[in-house]
């Protein structure tokens, strides 16, 4: 079996590549800066539930942070999913259809 700890490596670059930095991934994870950093440094592992905090801001699966599976989308899609269908789904999870109410909502104010 794999060795099971997060890839400090794909944290950073995923972060790096959603424009944020550790201190925005913070704010929005709700995990300190000072934890943010120890992840991207392999100096500490998050919890399962900080890792799911981490995954949902990045658009990433839990699985690919951790070096499971190389598909950013995790396991359960095979990459047969957009990114935008992964957040849907992810949003469907945690909040259930008021989620998906409020992603429509916020989505029609962005219109023109």
Do not use: C
Request: proline share 4%.
């Amino acid at each position: 079996m794999p060795e099971m700890g997060l890839k400090p490596d794909r944290l950073q670059a995923f972060r790096i590549q959603r424009g944020l930095s550790q201190r925005e991934l913070a704010r929005r994870s709700g995990i300190g800066i000072t934890q943010i950093h120890k992840y991207e440094k392999g100096e500490s592992d998050p919890s399962a539930k900080n890792l799911a905090l981490i995954a949902d801001q990045l658009h990433v699966s839990g699985d690919y942070l951790l070096g499971r599976t190389d598909l950013p989308n995790g396991m359960a899609g095979e990459g047969t999913l957009s990114e935008e269908e992964v957040a849907i789904v992810n949003i469907f999870r945690r909040e259930k259809w008021q989620g998906i109410a409020r992603l429509i909502v916020e989505k029609m104010s962005e219109r023109p």
